[in-house]
């Protein structure tokens, strides 16, 4: 495996070139500009990265992690979390914690100006991840990525 150039530093243009725009592909409302700023200085096992949601828009699909912590620290602008089904306004200064395994969760900017934030958690080998509202269940193993319809899940018995 060859050595991986690591930059222990970002500095705030740096990061700002690294700026890429993302959609959730199971969410049309889904819109972050953002940049992933633990995995460019060499983090293999936490994840950190800004982001910002554009007004009107939403970050990614209600969901919840069956093996990574995930976390969130608003910076600035204003928004709605909707955790465990109900919604909280959120602002500047506001965390949000979600230990494994983890309720769902999701935001959007019902603000003027962009919702800025950090975010981060775990970065494991296997990660399971529901969407209750999409009825599907995303299963990461290592570089693998597979969508299960939850109904077409049965229950499996070793020993009747």
Known sequence: MGARKKSYLLKAGEIKKMEKKFSHPWNPKSEIIGARLGAKTGLERTGVNIAAIPPGKESFVYHSHQFE????????GNGVAEIDGKEYKVGPGDFMGFPAPGVAHNMRNDGK????????????????????????????????????????????????
């Open 69 to 76: 912590e995930e976390w969130i620290y608003i910076l600035s």
């Open 113 to 160: 100006k962009d919702l800025v934030y950090l975010v981060g958690g775990e970065s494991r080998e296997h990660e399971m991840v529901e969407y209750p509202k999409l009825g599907r269940k995303l299963i990461r193993t290592e570089d693998k990525v597979e969508v299960l319809k939850v109904s077409d899940l049965k229950d499996f018995k070793f020993w009747e």
